[in-house]
């Protein structure tokens, strides 16, 4: 069984800046196997996809909200995904998850449905304040 354990979350003003960490273990995980996403999901609202990255790192993909603050990274050796968030709004505030699915690449918009993937970790908290 895959497991996903998020870090990285916290309290921060408007403007400051967080990483994220999300470590995997487990088998079968194979890192360069999985495509990786960020999700996040704030209070009375669906969980929406904010960033994702192919099981190379090659290929990364963001939500149009956090473009140009946030970036998506992963260590396939180190079997970490990180998302590095700048310029951090209070719309920003949410309970990240970090989310692994089962093949190397996702083409589609499936690959923004958070249905589509297979292992969950247990979410962190980021809260912005103004």
């Known amino acids: 069984q895959v497991q996903l354990v998020e870090s990285g979350g916290g309290l921060v003003q408007a403007g400051d800046s967080l990483r994220l960490s999300c470590a995997a273990s487990g088998r079968p995980y194979s890192g360069i196997g999985y495509v990786m996403g960020w999700f996040r999901q704030a209070p009375g609202k669906e969980r929406d996809v904010v960033a994702r990255?192919?099981?190379?790192?090659?290929?990364?993909y963001y939500t149009d909200s956090v473009k140009g603050r946030f970036t998506i990274s992963r260590d396939n050796a180190k079997s970490t995904v990180s998302l590095q968030m700048n310029n951090l709004k209070p719309e920003d505030t949410a309970t990240y998850y970090c989310?692994?699915?089962?093949?190397?690449?996702?083409?589609?918009?499936?690959?923004?449905?958070?249905?589509?993937?297979?292992?969950w970790g247990q979410g962190t908290q980021v809260t912005v304040s103004s």
């Open positions: 989310a692994a699915y089962s093949r190397p690449f996702c083409l589609g918009s499936g690959c923004d449905d958070p249905r589509t993937y297979d292992y």
């Open positions: 990255i192919s099981g190379s790192g090659g290929s990364t």
